[in-house]
């Protein structure tokens, strides 16, 4: 061991280094959540390396490319520490790691198209440490994983070589990532994070050193699994509401119900945590959420119904969306075979650039099977190539060509859109899939309007 490495077991140690600015942190992933940590790590003062295998990705962050254009306020800090070489990029892990005290996992952990959770990044990783990691450096796992991860797999396979002994020589924790794209710098310094270590020091020493990088509350969990678990307990609370919301929504729908006041009143109550329906839930984190607790589930010889049913029909709302698009076809005697229909966002949330699962692609497909020519603008995929359509780059120019637009994505740019811009074409058909536009308002530019649960 170098004399200037801290045992990352002794607090002491650790905060020495803290203040002293000499603790080397090395990020491995990255990407959308793995940058912004790796430049709030840098930006604290510590000397910060970030490892992918995305060598494009490397090469723009030493060129002085950011690649997160819609993380407000990140440019700047990733300007400031590339500019004060606080932080570079590397594909070269075998020379990143052994130099490094401090290791944070923020590698991706996606489904295959069984919906099964594939960790092959943290695995691979996990081996790749047990060869190289220096003795006495500390992991910590950002990346979300099931309850019980760390415990039964990393750690085990951490130990494969035999150099490395956990709470001997090497030490493990999770700080669970739950920052929402678009608003990273936000969240980062607003939202409380969970830490679990593998015993309490380490959970201590974790708190210590996020505590010097963030100023947000530091929340201590028991251990690394009860941390994943809330993590996951959050989200898929968020995806089984949506899918009660949803199917709720095409029941109001029947009986003439506008769900969007129905829930604008229901938040009036002081218990009724309110979410919206829509066309569907998408992006890296929901979805997956779900069949990473169904999965834990089927580990541990448990069932959890909710969960399975909230991701059925969260994953039958695009179907939904394109029925309301053929009703409204059939309302105005059109045939939707050969019709022009403009796809309004493809990103799965509002006013980021990520398509990652999102319900737009379903439907494009599920429109394209029906014989339509899909046309599709997002401000954020501009002139794009997106599930193999090009993008439009003005949205003015394109609404007066198609014969349908449906929204998809509740963009900040489509809520600014006046309705008059609909109705220059004959019997134009609007679908609004996320409750963005007042029914009302449509009926008095006198298009053939249907928004989703609005009971229209
Ligand atoms: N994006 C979100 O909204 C969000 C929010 C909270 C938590 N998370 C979680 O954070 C984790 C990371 O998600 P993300 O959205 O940043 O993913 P991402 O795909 O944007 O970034 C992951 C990065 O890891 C790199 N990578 C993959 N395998 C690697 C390997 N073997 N070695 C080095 N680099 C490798 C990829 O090239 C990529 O740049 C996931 O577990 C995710 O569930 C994501």
């Given amino acids: 061991m170098s004399s200037s490495k801290p045992n990352m077991n002794n607090i002491e140690d650790v905060r020495k280094s803290l203040d002293s600015k000499t603790l080397r942190v090395c990020v491995i992933g990255i990407g959308r959540i793995g940058l912004p940590t790796a430049l709030s790590f840098a930006k604290s003062g510590l000397q910060t390396i970030g490892v992918d295998i995305n060598e494009n990705l490397v090469q723009n962050i030493n060129s002085g490319k950011f690649p997160l254009k819609d993380e407000p306020g990140y440019n700047e800090i990733f300007d400031d520490v590339i500019k004060n070489k606080k932080f570079f990029a590397t594909t070269n892990i075998e020379d990143a790691v052994p130099n490094s005290d401090l290791l944070l996992l923020s590698l991706p952990t996606p489904m295959d198209e069984n919906n099964i959770p594939n960790y092959s990044a943290l695995r691979n990783v ?17 990346s979300t994983i099931e309850p019980g991860f760390i415990e039964d797999e990393m750690v085990s396979i951490i130990s494969k070589s035999g150099r490395l002994e956990i709470e001997k020589n090497f030490f493990i924790g999770v700080c669970p990532e739950n920052a929402n794209p678009g608003e990273i710098l936000h969240d980062f310094t607003n939202l409380p994070r969970l830490v679990g270590g593998i015993n309490h020091n380490i ?7 996020y505590k010097f990088v963030f100023s947000v509350e530091l929340v201590e969990m028991p251990d690394c699994k ?19 919301v949803s199917e709720l929504s095409l029941m109001f729908d ?3 119900i506008d769900t969007i006041k129905v829930l604008e009143a ?9 979410h919206y329906p829509g066309s569907g839930v998408g992006g890296p984190c929901l979805p997956i959420n779900s069949y990473q607790l169904i999965n834990t589930a089927k580990r541990t010889g448990s069932k959890l119904n909710i969960i399975e049913w909230g ?8 179907e939904h969306v394109v029925k309301l698009t053929s009703d409204a076809f059939t309302m105005c005697n059109k045939p939707i075979q050969n019709s022009k229909i403009l796809i309004l966002g493809v990103s799965y949330k509002p006013n980021v650039k990520d398509i990652q699962l999102a319900p737009a692609e379903k439907i494009i497909k599920k429109l394209q099977n029906l014989g339509a020519k899909i ?9 794009n190539e997106v599930f193999g359509i090009t993008t439009e780059n003005d949205i003015e120019k394109i609404i007066p060509k198609v014969d349908a637009a449906i929204i998809v994505t509740a963009h900040d740019e489509f809520k600014k859109l006046k309705l008059s811009i609909f109705s220059q074409t004959f019997q134009s058909i609007l679908i609004d899939t996320r409750g963005i536009i007042d029914p009302a308002e449509a009926k008095k530019e006198k298009l053939i309007f249907r928004g989703l649960g609005r009971g229209d």
Avoid: H
């Fill in 311 to 318: 991701r059925k029909i969260n994953e039958k709302m695009p």
């Fill in 266 to 274: 229901a938040k009036k109550k002081y218990n009724f945590q309110v």
């Fill in 254 to 256: 029947k009986l003439g």
């Fill in 203 to 209: 959970t201590k020493i974790i708190k210590e050193i």
């Fill in 375 to 383: 046309y599709v603008y997002d401000p954020y995929f501009v002139s």
């Fill in 226 to 244: 009860t941390a994943n678990a809330v993590k996951l307990t959050t989200n898929v609370f968020r995806d089984i509401n949506i899918a009660f």
């Fill in 126 to 142: 996990a081996t790749k440490l047990s060869e190289i990691l220096s003795p006495n450096s500390l992991i910590i796992v950002e």
